[in-house]
């Protein structure tokens, strides 16, 4: 983080960046509260249905234009859905990890359990 906003910042010398950085719990409280008194330009939070109750209550914006505007839906394409709401962007991921299954084939043998092949 501290690397993308050197990066802004030299980029944009005339706009100020103040960083604040909260431990994982005590953000989930904070912005609740901040969102709807002094709110910052950006945050940062999830995206579906943890960032809705935030789009309907008006506190987050459309961010639609910026991904026409850099060709996000093919770079980020996997993400679309889970930023949309109401035909709307209201977020851009910065960051990405898999989930996946896993299973102990020692059990799955020892069981007479055969790994599926396909999602059906």
Not at 65 to 79: C, F, M, P, R, V
């Amino acid at each position: 983080m501290e690397t993308l906003l050197e990066g802004f910042k030299a980029a944009h010398p005339d706009v100020t960046v103040k960083w604040n950085n909260f431990d994982h719990e005590g953000y989930k409280s904070a912005i609740r509260n901040f969102l709807t008194a002094d709110a910052p330009d950006v945050v940062s939070w999830y995206s579906g249905n943890r960032m809705a109750p935030f789009v309907k209550a008006g506190l987050f914006e459309d961010v639609s234009d910026l991904w026409t505007e850099n060709k996000l839906d093919d770079q980020l394409k996997s993400a679309v859905k889970s930023m949309e709401i109401d035909g709307k962007k209201w977020g851009i991921p910065y960051s990405y990890y898999q989930w996946g299954i896993y299973y102990r084939k020692d059990i799955f043998a020892e069981q007479g359990i055969t790994p599926p092949k396909n999602w059906a």
